[in-house]
T-cell receptor, first 110, second 116 residues
Framework: EDQVTQSPEALRLQEGESSSLNCSYTVSGLRGLFWYRQDPGKGPEFLFTLYSAGEEKEKERLKATLTKKESFLHITAPKPEDSATYLCAIPTSGTYKYIFGTGTRLKVLA | GAVVSQHPSWVICKSGTSVKIECRSLDFQATTMFWYRQFPKQSLMLMATSNEGSKATYEQGVEKDKFLINHASLTLSTLTVTSAHPEDSSFYIC????????????FGPGTRLTVT
């Protein structure tokens, strides 16, 4: 069964304290892993797509990496404006419908 | 690029009435649009998938007669909540994808529906 699990569920960091969010997945034939950021009361904002193990993508303080079993979203020297829920998603086997993880709620304290 | 809009951003309606939510892809042609529902502090729940010019495909447990979806063009999909009840109150989010080019889904800002 296709599955996506994110950890931790919630994370509180001090400004400047780097950390990583985890997204573990199980799917028959990965056709992309997607990271999104969601602010309260808003739709998810696209961050990255990763297609193959070893691939890395960067955007400002965020860096996403992918292995055959999991993806990490590394946040370097976070700022309070990085506070949000971070979601990862994969297409289900044979379709383009997403399975979402339950998300990691990140709070960065000034 | 890849901007998706939704209208209205919030709506309050009375029980028994119908509400229409529009989802537009502003700068690309969306071959597929998805409609999600999200409850507080929960992840997104897919309601249905629609392809331009075709009938929508609904997820198990979603009443297709209650949640009418139309995808009449490559830039517009609508969700109509018919005979709304308080339990239909939720945050509805659409996404759009140009599967010819990429598999990313780009999400709208969401519509907060409150049924009184």
């Amino acid at each position: 069964e296709d599955q996506v699990t994110q950890s931790p569920e919630a994370l509180r960091l001090q400004e400047g304290e780097s950390s990583s969010l985890n997204c573990s997945y199980t799917v028959s034939g990965l056709r992309g892993l997607f990271w999104y950021r969601q602010d309260p009361g808003k739709g998810p904002e696209f961050l990255f797509t990763l297609y193959s193990a070893g691939e890395e993508k960067e955007k400002e303080r965020l860096k996403a990496t992918l292995t055959k079993k999991e993806s990490f979203l590394h946040i370097t020297a976070p700022k309070p404006e990085d506070s949000a829920t971070y979601l990862c998603a994969i297409p289900t086997s044979g379709t383009y419908k997403y399975i979402f993880g339950t998300g990691t709620r990140l709070k960065v304290l000034a | 690029g890849a901007v998706v809009s939704q209208h209205p951003s919030w709506v309050i309606c009375k029980s028994g009435t119908s509400v229409k939510i529009e989802c537009r892809s502003l700068d690309f042609q969306a071959t597929t649009m998805f409609w999600y529902r999200q409850f507080p502090k929960q992840s997104l729940m897919l309601m249905a998938t629609s392809n331009e010019g075709s009938k929508a495909t609904y997820e198990q447990g979603v009443e297709k007669d209650k949640f009418l979806i139309n995808h009449a063009s490559l830039t517009l999909s609508t969700l109509t909540v018919t005979s709304a009840h308080p339990e239909d109150s939720s945050f509805y989010i659409c996404s759009a994808s140009s599967l010819v080019v990429a598999r990313e889904q780009y999400f709208g800002p969401g519509t907060r529906l409150t049924v009184t």
